[in-house]
C-alpha cells in the first residue's frame, strides 16, 4: 500500500515539474508519512502550508481512486508538518493551562481537521479540561473548556459560570 501512495506522490511531483532528493516512509501511529526532501519547499509548503494540503488532497484522492482501501496517511516537506503539529502541541499546553488557571473557555487559532484530532485525542484522558471543535469550514478551531470540580483542581473552587468571556490567540 505504501509503495502505490510513495508511487502517486512521485508521479504528481514529477508532473508539477518539481525536483526532490528523496521521499521516505514512517509510521506514526494510525498514519503513514511520506516525508518529502526538497530545495523547493517554498512551492510545495505555500503561505501558512496552503499548497501542502493542497498536494494532499490531491495524492488522497487519486489514491482514492486507484486503490481499494487507501491507508491513511500525510505528506510532509522538509519536516513542515512536523514543527507544526510540535507547535501546535505546545500551543495546546500553554491554552489548556490558561484555560485551568482562568477557569474559562478557551480558544485555539483555526486548524485543519488533523490538527484539531491531535488536540482532541492529547487532552482525551485530562480530567480537567474537555475539548469541542466549533466553527464552520475553515473557521474550525478547538475550544479548550475548564471543568469545574474535577479531580486534580487545587484551591478555592469558584463559580465562573455565568461569565461568558473567552480568551484566544
Do not use: C
Request: net charge negative; hydrophobic share 40%; charged share 30%.
Amino acid at each position: 500500500m505504501g509503495e502505490s501512495i510513495l508511487n502517486i506522490t512521485k508521479e504528481v511531483l514529477d508532473r508539477l515539474s518539481i525536483p526532490y532528493k528523496k521521499i521516505t516512509i514512517e509510521e506514526l501511529g494510525a498514519h503513514s508519512l511520506f516525508s518529502i526532501e526538497t530545495e523547493h519547499s517554498a512551492l510545495l509548503i505555500g503561505a501558512r502550508g496552503e499548497h501542502l494540503k493542497a498536494l494532499n488532497f490531491i495524492v488522497k484522492r487519486l489514491a482514492e481512486k486507484k486503490l481499494a482501501d487507501p491507508a491513511n496517511f500525510i505528506i510532509d516537506v522538509n519536516g513542515y508538518h512536523k514543527r507544526r503539529i510540535e507547535s501546535i502541541a505546545g500551543k495546546a499546553k500553554l491554552l489548556a493551562e490558561r484555560a485551568r488557571a482562568f477557569k474559562h473557555d478557551v480558544e485555539m487559532e483555526p486548524m485543519s481537521a488533523y490538527e484539531r484530532m491531535i488536540v482532541h485525542a492529547a487532552f482525551s484522558d485530562d480530567p480537567s479540561i474537555t475539548t469541542e471543535s466549533e466553527g464552520e469550514g475553515k473557521f474550525r478551531h478547538v475550544v479548550f473548556k475548564y471543568i469545574e470540580g474535577a479531580s486534580g483542581d487545587e484551591g478555592e473552587k469558584k463559580d465562573y459560570s455565568s461569565s461568558s468571556s473567552r480568551f484566544s490567540i
